[in-house]
């Protein structure tokens, strides 16, 4: 089957931090200065590599019935890469997750879903912000994820949207948060949130593959059993996600796996206010 090699990743990249196995031992809030601390303390300089917005992994969802029987909750989730994260991360509902890959561009990409997830009403507005479209309507709360997709597949990109998103994001994330990103950073937020509003949910892939899914296609797929486990789909998921970005309980950190610093030693967390 194609793509197999998703069980090694996630193998290495999925784990229950020892030090952090104590439930007990982990702040339910992590504060703005911590967060933007532990992105800054942890952080190497960024890989150059082939631009990639969203996963390639087309059974990305075949390890969630494996992780769900034997993952504690209130755990440390370990994670690289993209958009997957958050539905493993609904999957074993960790209390705190981080996020290493050796793009800088990924570390900028899941600060704009940070902002986007703290601005959404539902699934449906978090969509229309991601992708620069107007929400369709109407959408019930039990919408599927496919039947939600393709209520925007008709919607065209909007520019006006779009440019109202890059001011919400970057304003939640600088004047909000405080967060203090440098303008090439700023520049990173408009760049990658165009890059989704010109492609859109059917047309935006991974690279590779050019059979790869679309960002659609990937979030109606579905485990072994062929029940739908990403974070779109249901309201549920969305919400087990959306719940850990206001407390800044999902870090993403620009590392390499093979570097000296991001995987090195532990460091304590400070508890949040």
Request: aromatic letters at 10%; zero cysteines; hydrophobic letters at 40%.
């Given at each position: 089957m194609r793509k197999r090699s998703l069980m090694l990743v996630v193998a290495t990249a999925l784990v229950v931090l020892p030090l952090w196995t104590r439930a007990e031992t982990l702040p339910d809030t992590?504060?703005?200065?911590?967060?933007?601390?532990?992105?800054?303390?942890?952080?190497?300089?960024?890989g150059r590599f082939q631009q990639q917005f969203m996963s390639n992994e087309d059974s990305f969802q075949f390890v969630i019935p494996g992780l769900k029987a034997n993952t504690q909750k209130n755990g440390v989730y370990l994670?690289?890469?993209?958009?997957?994260?958050?539905?493993?991360?609904?999957a074993i509902q960790p209390r705190v997750s981080?996020?290493?890959?050796i793009r800088h561009d990924n570390m900028i990409e899941h600060l704009i879903y940070k902002a986007i997830f703290e601005l959404a009403l539902d699934r449906a507005d978090f969509l229309s912000r991601l992708f620069s479209r107007k929400r369709p309507s109407p959408l019930e709360a039990n919408t599927t994820a496919k039947?939600?997709?393709?209520?925007?597949?008709?919607?065209?990109?909007?520019?006006?949207?779009?440019?109202?998103?890059?001011?919400?994001?970057?304003?939640?994330?600088?004047?909000?948060?405080?967060?203090?990103?440098t303008?090439?950073?700023?520049?990173?937020?408009?760049?990658?949130?165009?890059?989704?509003?010109?492609?859109?949910?059917?047309?935006?892939?991974?690279?590779?593959?050019?059979?790869?899914p679309t960002y659609a296609q990937l979030m109606a797929m579905t485990d072994p059993a062929g029940k739908?486990?990403?974070?779109?789909?249901?309201?549920?998921?969305?919400?087990?996600?959306?719940?850990?970005?206001p407390q800044n309980a999902i870090i993403p950190v620009t590392g390499d796996f093979a570097g000296e610093k991001t995987l090195g030693e532990p460091r304590p967390i400070s508890q949040g206010s």
């Amino acid at each position: 089957m194609r793509k197999r090699s998703l069980m090694l990743v996630v193998a290495t990249a999925l784990v229950v931090l020892p030090l952090w196995t104590r439930a007990e031992t982990l702040p339910d809030t992590v504060d703005d200065k911590e967060f933007w601390r532990l992105i800054t303390d942890l952080s190497e300089p960024g890989g150059r590599f082939q631009q990639q917005f969203m996963s390639n992994e087309d059974s990305f969802q075949f390890v969630i019935p494996g992780l769900k029987a034997n993952t504690q909750k209130n755990g440390v989730y370990l994670g690289v890469g993209s958009e997957q994260n958050f539905t493993y991360i609904a999957a074993i509902q960790p209390r705190v997750s981080f996020i290493v890959d050796i793009r800088h561009d990924n570390m900028i990409e899941h600060l704009i879903y940070k902002a986007i997830f703290e601005l959404a009403l539902d699934r449906a507005d978090f969509l229309s912000r991601l992708f620069s479209r107007k929400r369709p309507s109407p959408l019930e709360a039990n919408t599927t994820a496919k039947a939600l997709f393709d209520a925007f597949q008709p919607m065209e990109p909007d520019v006006s949207i779009y440019e109202q998103n890059v001011r919400a994001v970057t304003d939640r994330l600088v004047a909000i948060h405080k967060f203090p990103l440098t303008e090439a950073d700023k520049a990173d937020v408009g760049r990658i949130l165009n890059a989704f509003r010109t492609a859109g949910p059917y047309s935006l892939k991974g690279t590779g593959d050019i059979t790869n899914p679309t960002y659609a296609q990937l979030m109606a797929m579905t485990d072994p059993a062929g029940k739908n486990e990403s974070y779109l789909a249901s309201e549920e998921n969305f919400r087990l996600v959306q719940k850990l970005q206001p407390q800044n309980a999902i870090i993403p950190v620009t590392g390499d796996f093979a570097g000296e610093k991001t995987l090195g030693e532990p460091r304590p967390i400070s508890q949040g206010s």
